[in-house]
């Protein structure tokens, strides 16, 4: 058996802890494993590279994704597709696992509908994906949101002052909602619920009258995001002693560094499950 791995989309901590759980799963049972370079746009191209169980020592620490990851929209059309079967025939791959969020999914199950085997490792700090529970990296990003809460909490006390954290997560409030919860946060808004404007305005006052500061979540994905609910919060001008807002947006930090014990266990057993 020959199969190849590849790593797509946004990247995920735990993405490296699977791709060493496929090599040495697959080493295992004398079966060849190639891996593919930036995701499908590496498996249009042809970039492939032999792994063995040596050349995944020593990664299960790291976040990112040592096959480097990609966005490939080519790869939702007929002429990308077509190229990717071609690569893998030509190297006699007789399996492909593909470990990613919802678009590179999509591109596993158009591979599949063609006839080729994929498994796909959900992969994806938003939580976004069907029929999965928590995907690989979710718990890293989840830790990495409450650390940063907790430490603008700190400062927000001290001085008094409203914050606003912007959380990731594209169209789902999962990664904002819990990270919200665990981190006590006084607000929080995300897509499902649709908040109102005005009444997270008021709550966020009323929070900040009782206890001297606040810490509201957003999603990214709700409304304005952040930025929008402070802009609207200075607009509104409640009272001449109305607080400022400060903003904080997370961003790509929330995918970056060590996975967390979950992470790393999850891309384990997801790998060797795969193969
Ligand atoms: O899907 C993961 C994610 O980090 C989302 O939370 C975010 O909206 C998006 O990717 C950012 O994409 P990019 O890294 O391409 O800017």
């Known amino acids: 058996m020959r199969i190849a791995i590849l790593t797509s989309g946004g990247d995920a901590p735990g993405m490296n802890a699977a791709i060493r759980a496929v090599v040495r799963a697959g080493s295992q ?5 190639v891996g593919v370079l930036e995701g499908f746009r590496g498996l249009m191209a042809g970039d492939f590279q032999p792994l063995d169980s040596r050349a995944v020592g020593g990664i299960m620490q790291l976040g990112g994704t040592m096959l480097r990851s990609a966005r490939a929209p080519e790869f939702s059309g007929a002429v990308g597709q077509e190229a990717a079967l071609q690569q893998l025939a030509q190297r ?3 399996g ?9 999914q999509r591109g596993s199950l158009a591979l599949s509908r063609l006839g080729f085997p ?6 994806t700090i938003d939580n976004d994906l069907w029929g999965v529970d928590v995907s ?17 909490r700190s400062t927000a006390s001290s001085h008094g002052r409203i914050f606003l954290v912007e959380v990731m997560g594209r169209d789902c409030g999962y ?11 006084e607000i929080i808004a995300i897509p499902e619920t649709d908040s109102d404007e ?4 008021v709550e966020l006052r009323d929070a900040f009258d009782r206890k001297g500061y606040a810490v509201g979540v957003v999603a990214e994905g709700w409304r304005g995001g952040a930025a ?4 609207a919060f200075a607009e509104a001008q409640l009272d001449d002693n109305a607080p400022r807002v400060r903003l904080t947006i997370l961003g790509h930090v929330q995918r970056g560094g060590t996975p967390t014990y979950a992470d790393r266990m999850l891309g384990t057993r997801l790998g060797a499950a795969a193969v």
């Open 92 to 94: 006699n791959i007789d």
């Open 198 to 201: 005005l009444d997270l305005m």
């Open 96 to 104: 492909l696992v593909v470990v990613g969020g919802n678009g590179s």
């Open 29 to 33: 049972r004398n079966w060849d494993v």
């Open 136 to 152: 690989l990296g979710v718990d890293t990003a989840l830790n990495v949101v409450l650390e940063s809460l907790d430490r603008i």
């Open 228 to 231: 929008g609910l402070a802009r």
């Open 118 to 123: 994929v498994v796909g490792l959900a992969s």
């Open 175 to 185: 990664l904002a909602l819990n990270a919200g919860i665990a981190g006590g946060a």
